[in-house]
């Protein structure tokens, strides 16, 4: 079964960046698409970007001029990268596996989810 | 963006029918999916493209809707359905609702 888990740290302070790791097991991230979704404190969840089974990137427009999503192929893992963060970045993240099928595209597979707070 | 608005919270008994309700503020065709999401686990999906079962998924669920308004039915209601339910559309870039809070009484 696919399995995703996401890492990093838990605090970042303010106006540097954050980074996360997602690790995928059970299915190769050169296959489909790998997502990055964010919820705020209060339930608000916002779509952050995805990464192709290519390598090829989409990003929320709301975060382009800050997010870079990455990936290692030879670990099966994919990255975040969020700059310049604020606390309104705070939030738990979440890394999911972004399917196709039949015209339709969903998150099937997601992690469990990591808390990052940005606080000096 | 597209706006998807549901209502905050619901609260039912144990065996009734219970339908959340999503209401786009655009057409998003059927690219409609739901999700429920536990206290401290991660969002699990339900319903994806309206109406199609995820497969595992109790077929106590259903989706139903088009264009604009989209209702997840669960049906009969069991205690351990109490979750938020968030809807998502995949038509205009990728946006969420706000989630309802089921409370099973």
């Known amino acids: 079964e696919v399995q995703l888990q996401e890492s990093g740290p838990g605090l970042v302070k303010p106006s540097q960046s954050l980074s996360l790791t997602c690790s995928v097991t059970g299915y190769s991230i050169t296959s489909n698409y790998w997502g990055w979704i964010r919820k705020f404190p209060g339930n608000k969840m916002e779509w952050m970007g995805y990464i192709s089974y290519s390598g090829s990137t989409s990003y929320n427009p709301s975060l382009k001029s800050r997010i870079s999503i990455t990936r290692d192929t030879s670990k099966n893992q994919f990255f975040l990268q969020l700059n310049s963060v604020t606390t309104e970045d705070t939030a738990t993240y979440y890394c999911?596996?972004?399917?196709?099928?039949?015209?339709?595209?969903?998150?099937?597979?997601w992690g469990p989810g990591t808390m990052v707070t940005v606080s000096s | 963006d597209t706006v998807l608005t549901q209502s905050p919270a619901l609260a039912v008994s144990p065996g009734e029918r219970v339908t959340i309700s999503c209401r786009a503020s655009?057409?998003?065709?059927?690219?409609m999916h739901w999700y429920q999401q536990k206290p401290g686990q991660q969002p699990k999906l339900l319903i994806y493209g309206a109406s199609n079962l995820e497969s595992g998924v109790p077929a106590r669920f259903s989706g139903s809707g088009s264009g604009t308004d989209f209702t997840l039915t669960i049906d009969p209601v069991e205690a351990n359905d109490t979750a938020t339910y968030f809807c998502q559309q995949s038509w205009n870039e990728l946006t969420f609702g706000s989630g309802t809070k089921l409370e099973i009484k």
């Open positions: 655009e057409s998003v065709s059927t690219r």
């Open positions: 999911a596996r972004y399917m196709y099928t039949t015209g339709y595209w969903y998150f099937d597979f």
